[in-house]
Each structure stands twice: as structure tokens, then as C-alpha cells.
């Protein structure tokens, strides 16, 4: 069992640990990156169905030290994953990262103010330990080995192939075969038009409809402003256009639900033409960013649908057969292939054992510092990005605010940092506050957050951007703690 010494220690080498590890680069900060996986990217490199790409603009999902220069403003995961790979080479940061190693336990020590990785060899089985001073969870919220499929018993009696997103086959040809889609969020909103392309005949099975808006495919504006200006003026303007974009497209959802129900219907009517029943398949029964808007970028959803290669079919589902699915209403639609867009497992810190002094740490019982940190939890930080903007801005500012805490750290001589919260636990909240069904079935295992301050976590990058300003790290409620004895037994 061998052991290894850095100052930070990341688990996940996807968008948000290479985002950390990028900004602890160039510091007096030794960083090791431990990753499950064989390669850099996390979801990026997990995820390979047909037409994967991001539902939020590339100006804001990149991060702003590397602004985004492609002209597509919703990318496809390749190019995604090439620019984080990319990234990470930039910085340096790849000789840092340990493929195949996935992390299982973390212990904190009072004593020698260090966490111990315990992680095993994904291929040879062989254990090994690393300590650190602090360790940066970037792990995301859901599981990689395994995503949600309803509990369907006559599923079995189905003869075709069932696949879910999360585990596409590269070897699956869908040209030419009835393909049924399974779910109604931004997956199935992806796949129908690139399955359609492929030549399949496909069918999007709903039991209840999402809200879908077309977007622009390329941005045009951001094309113009890199051939006007310095490319980081012109990625920083970008980004904040992007930004006070998508921040008004929000608040207008929340405070004008009925108007905004209004535009995407008629946003959809435009597409679909006059006859065809939006409030059907098109309208929700709940508000506009209850749960994520779905985006087609120029359309290509709404296109397969009127060109007949794609079907939306909102029903329930009665059981399977063997040659498709049998739905309430009595249908029954053939299939050669199901798809089962039905969501994911969440999942906190990727299943690890956390553990301070002995005692077992049940994140799901613990308050949130600023949606990164753990009340009572000693030196350590996590990632969890937006959920009504790109997931990377909230990144970029926690990344920022983790490493300014370390030079603060540093500059007190304090060995341990650790949120402390005193408020009240009555009323609190998961971390993610979605009606999402995948945040709902894992919302027990999810960290609380309190009602105001440092303790809540607000979904507007404006008013985080000045919570997560510099000088915030000196936080009353954040306790710096120098261990004489602690100190003399790491440095000896």
C-alpha cells in the first residue's frame, strides 16, 4: 500500500476537477487528481449517444480563463470533451491526474490535520493511499455506472435491443428500424432528431410533456465580437452577455410564469404549425424552470417532427411486448429498439466513505457553506454547478473562493478550515431545489441548505458573483484553526 503527500487532493478529472486543478496551477499548491475513469472529461467521456452535446451557450459552459472560441453555441460532447482535454494540457495539470483509480474511503485526521484516500486500481485490483491537507470533491451528483430505469417487470417480455443513454453501444445501427424513446427531458429532446438523421423511425414516449425552445445553433454575435476585439475581451464580453441573457430569460420565467408559458407555446406553434396540439404534448403542468427548459438548437426537434421522421406520443404505459410497448390509451407502438431517456441515479461524492476522526459523515445531514463546503466537515471543498445556467459558472466561482481560503490558510499559518453553521435546522432544504424526478428520488442523499447568508444557495450568478467576491473567504462563520502539535508531526 503506498503513499503519496500533496497539499490538495481531486477526485474527478471531468469539467469541474480540471476546472480546480487549472486554478490551483501555478501556485505553491501540490495537487494530485485521482480518476475512476481512463480519461479526462468525466461526463464528456462517459456519455456517447447519438447527438450528445451541452443545453446551455459554450460562452458561459467554458470556463473564463479559456474562454470559448468554437462559432456553435450549443457543442457537440466531442468538441466539448476535446476542449477539456485541451484545457487541462494547457495548464499543465494532466501529468497530475491518476487514471483508473477510484477513490472508495477518506479519513480526517485531527491529529496529523490530513485526509487519507484510500482508492484501488480499476484494473489490477491493488490498493493504494495518498494524504493531502485538503480534498476537492468534483465527483458530481450522479452515478457513473449505472442510470435510472423504471421498475418495469413486462419489460423482459420485450425481444428487441433496450438501451439506456448512459450506456450507448457504438456498435448499435438504428438506420432503417422503429426506435421508441423513452422520457421527455433534455436526453430524449437530443437524441429524437439525431436518432431521425440516423435513419431510424422514431417514437418519443411521454407521461407528461416538457417545456422545449428552439435556439440558435451558432452564435452569431459571439462570431462578430471575436473578430472585433482581443480574444479575452471579446470572451469575457460574451460571457457576461450570455449571462444577463439567460439571467432575464429566468426571472422573467419566475415572475411571469403565464406570460412565459405563453411565448414557448407559441414558439412551438411556430414550428409545428397551428393544427398540431401543443397543449398536448407542448405544455406542462408546472411553471417554466420548475424543472430545466429543454433547447433545440435552430429547431432540429420540432423539424423531425414535422418532417415524419419522429412521433411525440404523451400517454401512459401499460406494459411491453415482445415487438414494442402497449400504452393506456389502448395504442400500440412497434419497436425495434427501446431507449430508455429515463434519468439518472444520484449520487453524492461518488459513494465514497467519508470519515473525520472515526465518525462516518452522512453529507445528506449536513449544511452546505456557500453550496462547497460541509458545516463541520474540516478542509474540504466540492463543486456542484447551476441548475437554471451553465453548470460551469458556479464552478469558476467556487474553484476561485477555494483557492483564495488555501492563500488565506497559508498566509495565518491555520492548518484547518472548517464552515461552522449555529442556525437553525428545522427548515431546511436539499442542496438542489429542482422538481426534476431524478433530483426528487435523491434528494435524501443530498447535503441541506439553510434559509439565508452563506447557508443558501442562490441560483443567480449577479448575486453570487459578489457573495464569492475577494475578501469573502474571511467569513465569521469559516474557522481558521492553527494544531501546534498537528504542525510540528506534518512538518517533521
Known sequence: MEAHNVDVIIIGAGISGIGAARELAGTTHTVAILEARDAVGGTWDLFRYPGIRSDSDMA??????????????????????????????EA????????????????????TCTWTVTYQDAHTGDVSQMTGRWLFMATGYYRYDRGFTPDWPSLEDFRGEVVHPQHWPESLDVADRRVVVIGSGATAVTLVPALAQLGARVSMVQRSPSYV???????????????WLP???????????????????????????????????????????????????????????????????????????????AEVVTDTIERFTSDGVGLGSGRHLPADVIVTATG?????????????????IDPATRVSYRGMMLDGVPNLAFAIGYTNSSWTLRVD????????????????????????YSGSRSELRPLIDLASGYVRRGAHLMPRQGRGGAWLVRQNYLRDYVLFRPGTELDSQLDYAVSSDAAAEVNS
Not at 456553435?72 to 466531442?78: I, N, T, V, W
Not at 403565464?258 to 407555446?265: D, P, V, W
Open 60 to 89: 458561459t459552459f467554458g470556463y473564463r480563463s479559456r474562454p470559448w472560441t468554437e462559432d456553435r453555441s450549443l457543442a457537440p460532447g466531442e468538441t466539448i470533451l476535446n476542449y477539456v482535454r485541451t484545457s487541462a494540457d
Open 92 to 111: 499543465g495539470v494532466t501529468s497530475n491526474i491518476r487514471f483508473g483509480q477510484r477513490a472508495q474511503r477518506a479519513e480526517w485526521s485531527s491529529h
Open 213 to 227: 425552445a428552439s435556439v440558435p445553433g451558432r452564435d452569431e454575435t459571439g462570431m462578430k465580437l471575436r473578430k
Open 231 to 309: 480574444p479575452r475581451v471579446a470572451g469575457e464580453a460574451n460571457r457576461w452577455r450570455n449571462i444577463m441573457r439567460g439571467m432575464v430569460v429566468y426571472e422573467y420565467s419566475r415572475r411571469r410564469p403565464q406570460a412565459m408559458r405563453e411565448l414557448l407555446r407559441k414558439g412551438v406553434a411556430r414550428h409545428l404549425g397551428p393544427t398540431f396540439p401543443v397543449a398536448e404534448h407542448f405544455t406542462p403542468d408546472y411553471d417554466p424552470w420548475d424543472q430545466r427548459l429543454c433547447a433545440a438548437p435552430d429547431g432540429d426537434f420540432f423539424k423531425a417532427i414535422r418532417r415524419g421522421q
Open 344 to 360: 439518472l441515479n444520484v449520487q453524492f461524492f461518488g459513494n465514497m466513505d467519508l470519515v473525520v476522526d472515526g465518525e462516518t
Open 397 to 420: 466561482l467556487i474553484t476561485r473562493y477555494f483557492r483564495r481560503v488555501l492563500d488565506r490558510a497559508k498566509r495565518r499559518g491555520a492548518r484547518v478550515v472548517t464552515p461552522r
